[in-house]
């Protein structure tokens, strides 16, 4: 079956723009889990969305980061004036009430 | 607040060599402990998890992770490893049941035939 599925797998974009990362669950997974992977501070939590209950937003490093979760499915997470300390790989994962997480491959994200 | 320590950053191994790889955490409340496999360019996958019961747990592909409550450790090991065992391999813990994940730095195996 299908898996997370997150887009792009790539984005290279200048210092100072936006940019919008996209994360498709696992059908049926009412959870869902940002994450960020860098060289100096390897795997962050980023936020949790659970259900309908209000989002764990505890590990957003910044106000200029932010994501959103519609109709409990697709989720968005959004960088607001990139900075070059934002380059890493953003990783979503996903799982059913009390179960494990499932990841996807991530999106490798470079700020020139 | 918790915390998980992975005490080797890269493990060189030979093929067909036993491995350990070492795992302990720290937390003032019950966690969940958990073993992720990221191979180059993908995503993470579960090897193995311990909630409750048996301290062993095992996984089909030969791994197999011993909870240590007294030493608050969770080593992950394997009798002989494969070539394709090369990968980097983090252990997490989430407190209180299913939750957000709280990582180690991550351990580098490094499978040499």
């Known amino acids: 079956g299908a898996g997370v599925s997150q887009s792009p797998s790539n984005k290279v974009t200048e210092k100072g723009k936006d940019v919008e990362l996209r994360c498709d669950p696992i059908s049926g997974h009412t959870a869902l889990y940002w994450y960020r992977q860098s060289l100096g501070q390897g795997l962050e939590f980023l936020i949790y969305f659970q259900g309908n209950s209000a989002p764990d937003k505890s590990g957003l490093p910044s106000d200029r980061f932010s994501a959103e979760r519609t109709g409990g499915s697709v989720s968005t997470l959004t960088i607001q004036r990139t900075q070059q300390e934002d380059s890493a790989v953003y990783l979503c994962?996903?799982?059913?009430?009390?179960?494990?997480?499932?990841f996807g491959d991530g999106t490798r994200l470079s700020i020139l | 607040a918790q915390s998980v320590t992975q005490l080797d950053s890269q493990v060189p191994v030979f093929e067909e060599a036993p491995v350990e790889l070492r795992c302990n955490y720290s937390?003032?409340?019950?966690?969940?402990l958990f073993w992720y496999v990221q191979y180059p360019n993908q995503g993470l996958q579960l090897l193995l998890k311990y909630l409750s019961g048996s301290t062993l747990v095992k996984s089909i592909n030969g791994f197999e992770a011993e909870f240590n409550k007294s030493q608050t450790s969770f080593h992950l090991r394997k009798p002989s490893v494969h070539i394709s065992d090369t990968a980097e391999y983090f252990c997490a813990v989430t407190p209180g049941g299913y939750n957000k994940l709280i990582f180690g730095a991550g351990t580098r195996l490094a499978v040499h035939p």
């Open positions: 994962a996903s799982s059913f009430p009390n179960q494990p997480q499932h």
């Open positions: 937390s003032s409340v019950s966690v969940y």
